[in-house]
């Protein structure tokens, strides 16, 4: 099969939506309906840091509205708290919760467990190659300011937990 292009969007087209499909049920199992995938997405930005509205809203590509009502599920749930900054009481700013961290931790180690088991069967060498064109796919589609974390840093909250 020749890599063209083309056959490249077709594939990641074709393939992305099943990975998402894997992952939105392995969360949905773990943790029943009771979290959805834009609310676990949300909490997984806000283990990167702190952010306002504004900034999620743009980083899953909805409207504030849309962003607000998440983040409220999240808030209501004791996951998300809302702090005002500094001497200016309309930034807010959202963070995770001491319980919000726990649950982001164990869920995302839950969904880390599955995918892992799923991909063991591949070879040595398909794997790397997997790797590798991931890799590529960030680099060609990361946001502008959003900086990928380094090897060393995943590695190290993975033995963390």
Do not use: W
């Not at 939506?17 to 894997?22: D, F, K, T, Y």
């Not at 005002?84 to 009481?89: K, L, P, V």
């Amino acid at each position: 099969m020749k890599a063209t292009p083309d056959k490249c969007a077709d594939l990641i087209l074709e393939i992305t939506p099943l990975v998402m499909r894997a992952v939105r049920t392995e969360v949905a199992q773990y943790v029943g309906s009771g979290t959805t995938l834009p609310q676990f997405r949300v909490l997984s930005h806000l283990n990167r840091g702190d952010r306002c509205l504004s900034d999620l809203a743009a980083r899953q590509h909805v409207s504030l509205a849309t962003m607000s009502k998440i983040v409220t599920g999240l808030v209501d749930r004791g996951y998300v708290e809302r702090a005002a900054e500094g001497n200016d009481r309309r930034y807010i700013t959202l963070r995770l919760t001491f319980n919000g961290q726990r649950f982001f931790d164990k869920t995302n180690a839950h969904t880390h467990q599955k995918i892992m088991t799923r991909v063991e069967s591949l070879s040595s060498e398909q794997r790397q190659r997997i790797v590798a064109g991931l890799q590529a796919l960030e680099s060609v589609f990361a946001e502008k300011g959003h900086h990928r974390r380094d090897e060393a840093t995943l590695h190290s909250k993975r033995k963390s937990k």
